[in-house]
């Protein structure tokens, strides 16, 4: 890492490779001899187009998503998503979903103004500290999709199985793991995930849908932004996209092929989760937050024996320059996210921190 940068170890927006930063800086003024910056550019040039198609033959690369799925590059957030897949895919007007926390809350709500939403798991009463089990899950054989968070960001707690739904659609909300490790797409009805997590900058959200949901004609017409067939029809392109973020995901699309695709990053992912956890389970100082069986590889969780001791080591960690360790606002204690960019110096370097907080007030 460049001597300035620092390690920032946020749920989202988070870090870039820096490679990534130094290929956008060095774009800035003039981008493919075009004299201009991405962000002033007009998105039907040829130069934008070749970006935006490039981004995407390098995504479909990269997961090896099958020709029978659109990929889209929409903005509103994971957010939007909440609302908009329900207003488009729940035709006949049901939805079940499994309940893993904050995010999939949010998207029973949103779902409920379309559709008769039916929890069919939630692991709530236990503060969401683990995936509900799968076994024996009933799905109702006419709901539209089965929707699921897989990553859960805030907890960080995540699934190692999908359930087997059958042939009703799975649905899931990949934002905070999206290609952190390989994809089985064929499993999935829907896939997407906002950018800023692991992925660019904030401003883009990526959706894969497979042909027949899109085939699906909602009860009512939607406004035109809200009806994912109408950004098929028109490549991502119906208003203006997010040009620039979509332009930085591109380049880290190039930089996860370049360095051995998914399957290297999850074990460079692995490497560095280990790091954490195992010295997590060593100390009788730290508490992890999550049951082991379903840890996430991308947001760890912990916290000390008091808020006291958590405000501490928040308040030592700006001596090494280690931001946004904070949990979420929701749960408190102390959340390390662990994204693709995030080097695994930058986890060596918080545990050898954790080290001595805890040998200092242990
Ligand atoms: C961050 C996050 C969201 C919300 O994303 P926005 O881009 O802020 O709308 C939704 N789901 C998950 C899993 C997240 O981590």
Not at 37 to 60: F, P
Not at 317 to 335: Q, V
Request: proline residues 4%; contains cysteine.
């Amino acid at each position: 890492m460049k001597e300035n940068r620092i390690y920032n170890f946020s749920a989202g927006p988070a870090m870039l490779p820096e490679e990534v930063l130094e290929q956008v800086a060095a774009e800035m003024l003039d981008k493919d001899k075009s004299g201009m910056s991405v962000m002033e550019m007009s998105h039907r040039s040829k130069v934008y187009q070749n970006i935006i198609d490039t981004a995407e033959a390098d995504l479909r690369k990269l997961i090896g998503i099958p020709d029978n799925y659109k990929v889209l590059f929409l903005q509103g957030g994971a957010t939007l998503g909440f609302g908009m897949i329900p207003m488009n895919f729940a035709t006949t007007g049901k939805v079940d979903i499994i309940n893993t926390g904050v995010w999939t809350k949010k998207a029973i709500n949103d779902a409920k103004l379309f559709a008769e939403v039916n929890v069919i798991a939630s692991s709530e009463k236990e503060g969401f500290k683990h995936i509900p089990s799968l076994k024996g899950l009933k799905f109702d054989k006419d709901a539209d999709y089965v929707y699921i968070c897989d990553n859960n960001t805030i907890y960080g707690s995540k699934y190692k199985e999908y359930p087997d739904t059958g042939d009703i659609p799975l649905v899931a909300d990949m934002s905070s793991c999206f290609l952190s490790e390989p994809i089985d797409v064929k499993k999935f009805g829907l896939i997407y995930a906002g950018a800023q997590k692991n992925v660019g900058p904030a401003g883009v959200t990526i959706y894969i849908i497979r042909d027949d949901l899109l085939a699906r004609v909602p009860k009512h017409p939607l406004p035109a932004y809200l009806d994912f067939r109408i950004h098929v029809s028109e490549g991502s392109m119906y208003n203006t996209p997010p040009t620039f973020a979509i332009y930085v995901c591109g380049l880290v699309f190039k930089w996860l092929l370049k360095t051995g695709g998914l399957e290297a990053r999850k074990a460079l992912n692995e490497a560095k989760a280990k790091v954490l956890y195992d010295y997590l389970d060593h100390s009788k100082f730290y508490i992890p937050y999550v049951d082991k069986e379903y840890r996430s590889l991308m947001n760890v969780t912990f916290r000390c024996a008091t808020e006291e001791l958590d405000n501490a080591f928040l308040e030592g960690a700006k001596k090494y320059r280690f931001t946004n360790l904070k949990g979420h606002r929701s749960t408190g204690g102390l959340r390390a996210s662990l994204y693709n960019a995030m080097p695994i110096e930058g986890v060596k370097a918080l545990v050898a921190y954790m080290k001595e907080f805890e040998d200092a007030h242990k």
